[in-house]
C-alpha cells in the first residue's frame, strides 16, 4: 500500500472536519440537551454457503430534543444495497419520520433517498470511510420536495488487543439544494460531530455509545446546538 497515496485520499476528511466542526464568527446559538436510541441491523443476504452481494439494512430510531420539553422524533429506515466493487456500494432507502414539537403538533415526513459508501483508506491503525447521500424530502407541513446533500467521513479503529473495543469518530454536513415552504434554506443547514465507543458482545451484536454534537445553522433565528447521548444497538440477523 502506498502511504502517499493514502494520506492524499485521506486530505477529503480532514478538510471536511475543518470546515465544517466550527459555527460561523458571532451567530448567536442555543444550547439543548438531548438523547438517541438506535436499533440497526445489516449484513449481506445469503446465496447457499455464501454471502450475496445484495445487503440489508434497517434501523430504527427514538430521537428526544430538549429533554424534558415534549421535542421528539420517531423514525424507521428499511435500504438495499449492492456491491458494486472494491470496497464500494451503493444503497437505495426510505425513511418515514413522526415528529412533536413544543406545542404538541404532530408533523411526518417520507425521505427517498440514494447513497454510495466505501473505504477510503486505512490510517494509523484504523479504518476511514466515506458516504454520500442525496435525498429527497417531504413533510405534511408544506407541499415542496427538499432535496439533501450529506457527506460522511468516518474513522473507526480498535482499542486494545482483543479487538472487541472500537473507537469511532464521524463528522457529517448536511446541505440542503433548494428552499422550501416548509423551512428548508439552500446552503449549509446542519452538521453532526460524533465520538463514540463500540463494544462487540459477540459475533453479531454490538452497542456503540457516545456523544453528539450537532450544529443546526438558522437563517431566521438563532442556531442551535443539540448535545445528544447517543446509544445503539447493532445487530446482525
Known amino acids: 500500500m502506498n502511504p502517499g497515496h493514502d494520506h492524499t485520499r485521506l486530505l477529503p476528511a480532514v478538510l471536511l472536519v475543518v470546515c465544517c466542526a466550527f459555527p ?7 444550547n439543548l ?8 441491523t445489516t449484513d449481506a443476504f445469503r446465496s447457499g454457503e455464501e454471502d450475496s452481494r445484495w445487503h440489508y439494512h434497517f434501523d430504527a430510531q427514538a430521537r428526544y430534543f430538549d429533554l424534558g420539553s415534549g421535542i421528539n422524533q420517531w423514525l424507521a429506515r428499511p435500504a438495499i444495497g449492492y456491491e458494486l466493487g472494491g470496497s464500494a ?14 406545542s404538541g403538533n404532530i408533523s411526518t415526513e417520507n425521505r427517498y433517498w440514494q447513497q454510495v459508501d466505501w473505504t477510503a483508506a486505512n490510517w494509523d491503525g484504523g479504518r476511514i470511510s466515506m458516504r454520500v447521500r442525496v435525498e429527497q424530502r417531504s413533510v405534511s407541513t408544506g407541499d415542496d420536495i427538499g432535496l439533501v446533500a450529506r457527506l460522511m467521513a468516518k474513522y473507526v479503529r480498535p482499542l486494545g488487543n482483543n479487538g472487541s473495543t472500537d473507537l469511532v469518530l464521524s463528522a457529517e454536513p448536511f446541505f440542503d439544494l433548494r428552499d422550501t415552504d416548509w423551512g428548508g434554506d439552500s446552503g ?18 454490538t452497542i456503540e455509545a457516545g456523544y453528539m454534537n450537532q450544529y443546526i445553522w438558522s437563517d431566521s433565528g438563532e442556531d442551535r446546538i443539540n448535545h445528544l447521548a447517543m446509544i445503539n444497538f447493532k445487530v446482525k440477523l
Open 24 to 30: 460561523r464568527s458571532g451567530a448567536a446559538t442555543e
Open 33 to 40: 440537551p438531548g438523547a438517541w436510541l438506535i436499533f440497526s
Open 89 to 102: 456500494k451503493g444503497w437505495i432507502g426510505y425513511a418515514r419520520f413522526r415528529s412533536r414539537n413544543r
Open 188 to 205: 449549509l443547514a446542519q452538521n453532526r460531530l460524533y465520538l463514540g465507543i463500540g463494544r462487540r458482545l459477540n459475533n453479531r451484536t
